[in-house]
């Protein structure tokens, strides 16, 4: 059974590298006559403050040697974190060697994970490897018992305000959490340093995978209110949806997120100015311009009734016409790298709307890990980067696409890169025309396309389909010609696809029957 009893705090050791709080946290064990060990520059920053601490190498008996790598791996420290208050043969051994009792552990880590971000060279991340760190919090987390350990200058508060209470105690159920919140902290510490070995030797795939993530905030829901959900921050370092400032809007959901998220990488793949509009997880509207108004306009066009209510990111920071643009009709997320004073208070006049801000944009070809899971495990791989250019395509057709179709081409073949799969995107003049995911027939996703480019040319009092003149791009190749047929019907004059179908002659000859241009990329991009 647990031990439920307060725990006496006669006695703190106190080693961290982050400072912020230390003056107060110690103040505070000081008035409760709690005695305090530290080193370093702890040490030196409680005695700069005036508050008593002794060296733990005095406490100990022992220096510190190997310029400071052995410190506080002694049998004084350890014994004294890890003894059981209640256990005679314990007790006994503390007597006999002299050792004190611990009963608060005051730890917060070299910072390896700052110094691998700041490009450091392999010794200096080697010597920020905290070892001493590691052992005091785990010992004083099994010993949770007796023991309280903090590693998260942000419980500092919490510990003073519980000794304050209590008469220089800390509760059962606050030790407990503490426990479990540095184990936590020890696991994911590895876990970066696992990573940034592995990545050092060039193993993609090591025989362990640890990740973890820190908590940011419990959501109302998850993708249905009966699933519970959590936001956390982890993994790389990348601009967007997770680390944007929220400046207005009511509290982001899980289904926000992930759409946020999914824009937001989509506008991130062109260099123009860029607008992607995301409902349900899928683009339903994407373009580039000369300017953030014109590709919205024509963003929008493309899908007017998926539009309302969808997500809108933007590759360039939001100004007000641009903004006012955007709130002619109901949108739940913006999300950019910024926002100028006008399009804030337009904005501002949209309570509900969330306006997301990230500072820059994240990098399309940044390569990076993908998790997926599965019953009993889960899958991961590479970020799709693939990317290609005017140079990377084969002209299979007897006509040549013209550079504007080459153009619209990339365009449509880089945002089929992010529509569920199976997909047709049509596009013409720098925007999508008509968008078909997620089917389980390429024929479906092309009618599908169509048949919503009908729509929006009716919407917006046009006689022919959007797709009328314009390009098609398959996410992968056509396993027979009725797909490419389909597209052709529709109005498509040239084709973007990774070609590779046993058939693909057949494909090519029904290309050259209808005189339009075809392209081979030689890269599929399937998204499920």
Same mark, same amino acid.
């Given at each position: ?57 005095? %406490? !100990?008996?022992?220096? /510190? ?21 209640? $256990?005679?043969?314990?007790?006994? *051994?503390?007597?006999? %060697? ?18 691998? =971000? ?27 018992? @007796? ?78 209110? @009966?699933?519970?959900? =959590? ?11 997770? %680390?944007? /400032? ?98 804030? =208070? ?28 599965? *019953? ?10 693939? %990317? ?25 073949? !880089? ?47 046009? !006689?022919?389909?959007? !797709? ?42 029904? =290309? ?12 599929? $991009?399937?998204?499920?």
């Amino acid at each position: 059974m647990p031990n439920n009893s307060d725990a006496q705090i006669t006695r703190a050791i106190i080693s961290v590298s982050d400072k912020s709080g230390l003056t107060d946290l110690g103040q505070a064990l000081a008035r409760h006559n709690i005695e305090i060990l530290s080193t370093g520059g702890s040490a030196r920053a409680l005695a700069d403050a005036d508050i008593p601490v002794i060296e733990v190498a005095d %406490h !100990t008996g022992f220096p /510190e040697i190997m310029d400071g790598r052995v410190k506080t791996l002694h049998p004084k420290i350890h014994g004294g974190i890890l003894a059981r208050r209640d $256990h005679p043969e314990d007790q006994a *051994a503390m007597a006999e %060697h002299e050792i004190g009792p611990i009963d608060l552990i005051v730890i917060n880590l070299y910072p390896f994970e700052a110094t691998v =971000a700041s490009g450091a060279g392999y010794d200096d991340c080697v010597e920020n490897i905290d070892i001493g760190g590691p052992a005091m919090i785990r010992a004083a987390a099994k010993n949770h018992a @007796h023991v309280a350990v903090v590693t998260d200058p942000s419980d500092y508060d919490e510990i003073v305000a519980a000794l304050d209470a209590n008469n220089g105690n800390l509760p059962a159920d606050l030790r407990r959490r503490l426990a479990a919140k540095a184990y936590a902290r020890t696991a994911a510490y590895d876990g970066a340093i696992t990573s940034w070995l592995s990545g050092e030797l060039g193993d993609a795939f090591p025989e362990t995978h640890v990740t973890s993530g820190k908590l940011d905030s419990i959501l109302r829901y998850g993708e249905n209110p @009966h699933q519970t959900a =959590a936001l956390y921050i982890g993994g790389e370092a990348r601009p967007g949806v997770a %680390h944007a /400032e929220q400046v207005q809007g009511k509290e982001l959901s899980y289904n926000n997120l992930g759409d946020a998220d999914a824009a937001f990488e989509l506008a991130a793949e062109f260099d123009a100015p860029a607008i992607a509009i995301i409902k349900h997880a899928n683009p339903c509207g994407v373009a580039t311009a000369d300017d953030l108004v014109a590709a919205y306009r024509a963003a929008r066009k493309c899908d007017p009734v998926s539009s309302f209510g969808g997500i809108v990111a933007a590759n360039r920071p939001l100004t007000g016409p641009l903004a006012e643009a955007i709130t002619e009709i109901f949108t739940e997320v913006v999300i950019a790298p910024d926002a100028d004073d006008a399009a804030r =208070a337009v904005f501002a006049g949209k309570e509900n709307l969330r306006l997301l801000l990230t500072g820059s944009m994240p990098d399309p070809r940044a390569t990076g890990r993908m998790i997926k899971p599965l *019953a009993g495990g889960f899958l991961m791989q590479d970020r799709d980067t693939g %990317h290609i250019t005017a140079n990377d395509l084969k002209i299979v057709t007897k006509r040549q696409p013209s550079e504007q179709e080459i153009a619209d081409m990339l365009l449509a073949f !880089t945002i089929g890169k992010h529509v569920k799969s199976n997909t047709i995107v049509y596009a013409k003049n720098g925007a999508t025309v008509g968008i078909g995911a997620g089917q389980m027939s390429r024929v479906d996703a092309a009618r599908i396309a169509a048949h919503k480019s009908k729509e929006a040319a009716e919407a917006a009092g046009e !006689t022919e389909p959007l !797709t009328q003149g314009s390009v098609a791009a398959s996410d992968a190749f056509f396993p027979f010609a009725d797909g490419l047929l389909t597209t052709i019907e529709a109005g498509a004059t040239a084709v973007i696809q990774p070609g590779g179908s046993v058939r693909d002659d057949e494909v090519i000859a029904a =290309a050259d029957e209808a005189g339009i241009a075809m392209v081979f990329t030689g890269m599929r $991009h399937f998204r499920h």
